[in-house]
C-alpha cells in the first residue's frame, strides 16, 4: 500500500461519517413513516442547507446548478476533466436511513480527508447531491443526472401529478431555474468520471461476508402495462366454460412472469408489483385487469427474449378464456456497462484499503445510469442487512459504512493517479 494512502486512510474519521448519517436521518416529512425524505417538499431543502453546511465546512466551494443538484468543488493540481463522487438524499416514501444518503455523507467525509491531510488529487473533485434520484409523484426519477446528460427534457418538465403540478413547477421549488435548465448539462468528456457509492439493496455481500461490492454493469429495466378485458357476469349462475374472467387469465400471465425469473438461473428477475381488478366484487365474474410488471437484466437480449415469451403466456390464457390482452411498454432503462478503467481501479483501491471484495451487477438502477452517457462510471456497494432497502429498517453498520467509504477513498485516489497518469503518457 502506498504511503500516502495509509495516511489517506488514517484520517477517515467513520464516527464523523455516522454522525452525519444519523442527524441527516432526523430530516423527516411530517405525517409520513420514518425516514420519509420527498424530493421537492419544504424538509428535502431544509436538509440540503444542512448538507450545504457539511460541505462547506469540508472545504468545498458549493452552487446549485439550474437543475437544483447541489454541487462542492474541490480544485485539483492540473487543468483535468472532473472527478465526480456522489448520489442523492431524497427518498421514497417509508424509507430508511442509508440509500442515497450514504454516498452522498461518504464522499464529504471524503473532502474532509482531503483538506485536513492537505492531499491534492490530480483533477477537480465534485461532490454532488442529484436533484430527485427517486421515482416521484410526477411519474419520473433521477431528475439532476437527466438534467447532466442532457435527457431532462420538456416532455418529462411537463409531466403532472394528480393536483396539476407540473414537475418543472416543482423542480422550480427545489433551487433549480427551468428556464436555464439546459446550462446543468455536461458536455462529453467533461468528467473524467463519476463513482457512486451506494448500499447493495440486496442480500449477496452480507451473505457472502463481503465488505464491499464492485459493481460491473446496472441492469437494464423494462416495465411493461398489461390490460385484460373480458366479461362481467355473475358469479352464481354464469358456468366455468362461460366466463370471460380476465383475472384467471392475468393469473397465468403472473406466473409467467415468475416462471421466466425462476428458470433464468440468476441473470434476470422479474415482478408484477401493480393489479387493478373491475369490478373487484367476490359474487362478480372479474372483467377487467390492469398490471404492470417488470423484468431486469444485464442482457438486452435475454431482455428482448423474456418479455416475448411472457406476452405470448399472456396471450395465449387470454385467447383460452376469450379475454383480450394488450401490452404498451410503460418505460425502457436500457443496462449501463461500468468503465473497466473505473473498476479496476475501485478493486484495486478496496484491496488497498483492506476491504473483502467482489464484483457484482447493481439490480437497481441509480444516478450513474444516467451520467454513463456522457462519462465513464463506476460503483460502490455497501453491505445490507437481510437484503431490505426502501423500508426503515434498513441497515448497514457503523463499521460497514467506515469500510465502504474508506475503500471509495481508496479508488478514488489510484483511479485519480491512473487517470492522470494517462494524459501524459
Not at 31 to 41: H, L, V
Not at 129 to 139: A, I, L
Not at 169 to 178: E, F, P, S, T
Request: proline share 5%; with cysteine.
Amino acid at each position: 500500500m502506498s504511503d500516502s494512502i495509509v495516511d489517506l486512510l488514517s484520517g477517515f474519521d467513520g464516527g464523523r461519517l455516522w454522525a452525519d448519517l444519523e442527524q441527516l436521518a432526523t430530516f423527516q416529512d411530517a405525517d409520513a413513516p420514518p425516514f420519509t425524505r420527498r424530493a421537492f417538499g419544504p424538509v428535502y431543502e431544509q436538509a440540503r442547507s444542512w448538507l450545504r453546511e457539511r460541505m462547506e465546512e469540508a472545504g468545498l466551494a458549493t452552487r446549485r446548478d439550474a437543475a437544483g443538484s447541489l454541487i462542492g468543488h474541490r480544485p485539483g493540481t492540473r487543468d483535468l476533466p472532473l472527478l465526480v463522487v456522489g448520489s442523492h438524499i431524497d427518498t421514497v416514501h417509508g424509507a430508511g436511513r442509508f440509500d442515497g444518503a450514504l454516498g452522498v455523507l461518504a464522499a464529504v467525509e471524503i473532502a474532509r480527508v482531503l483538506g485536513s491531510s492537505g492531499h491534492r488529487l490530480s483533477h477537480p473533485l465534485e461532490v454532488v447531491d442529484f436533484t430527485g434520484e427517486e421515482p416521484n409523484r410526477f411519474g419520473s426519477s433521477c431528475v439532476g443526472s437527466r438534467a447532466w446528460a442532457g435527457r431532462l427534457d420538456a416532455r418529462l418538465l411537463a409531466l403532472t401529478d394528480e393536483r396539476g403540478e407540473s414537475l418543472a413547477q416543482a423542480v422550480g421549488r427545489a433551487g433549480a431555474d427551468i428556464e436555464r435548465v439546459s446550462e446543468s448539462v455536461r458536455d462529453v468528456g467533461s468528467l473524467a468520471a463519476y463513482v457512486e457509492l451506494h448500499i447493495e439493496q440486496g442480500p449477496v455481500l452480507e451473505t457472502d461476508e463481503f465488505d464491499v461490492g464492485v459493481v460491473n454493469g446496472i441492469v437494464g429495466i423494462r416495465r411493461i402495462g398489461a390490460r385484460l378485458s373480458g366479461q362481467p357476469s355473475h358469479a352464481g349462475t354464469t358456468p366455468i366454460p362461460r366466463r370471460r374472467d380476465a383475472l384467471a387469465a392475468a393469473s397465468e400471465l403472473v406466473l409467467a412472469v415468475e416462471h421466466e425469473a425462476r428458470q433464468a438461473e440468476g441473470e434476470l428477475i422479474g415482478t408484477v408489483g401493480r393489479a387493478l381488478v373491475e369490478p373487484n366484487a367476490p359474487n362478480v365474474v372479474p372483467g377487467f385487469v390492469e398490471l404492470a410488471f417488470e423484468v431486469r437484466s444485464l442482457d438486452e437480449a435475454r431482455l428482448d427474449l423474456a418479455i416475448q415469451r411472457i406476452e405470448t403466456a399472456g396471450k395465449e390464457a387470454g385467447a383460452a378464456r376469450g379475454v383480450d390482452v394488450v401490452f404498451d411498454v410503460l418505460s425502457e432503462l436500457p443496462g449501463v456497462a461500468t468503465d473497466p478503467r473505473v473498476v479496476s481501479a475501485l478493486e484495486d483501491g478496496a484491496i488497498e484499503a483492506g476491504s473483502r471484495t467482489t464484483t457484482m451487477p447493481s439490480w437497481g438502477g441509480h444516478d450513474a445510469s444516467q451520467i454513463a452517457h456522457i462519462a465513464p462510471v463506476g460503483m460502490l456497494f455497501a453491505p445490507s442487512r437481510d437484503g431490505l432497502s426502501h423500508h426503515r429498517d434498513e441497515w448497514t453498520t457503523p463499521e460497514q459504512c467506515a469500510n465502504a467509504g474508506r475503500a471509495l477513498l481508496a479508488g478514488l485516489v489510484v483511479l485519480d493517479e491512473r487517470l492522470a497518469a494517462d494524459t501524459t503518457a
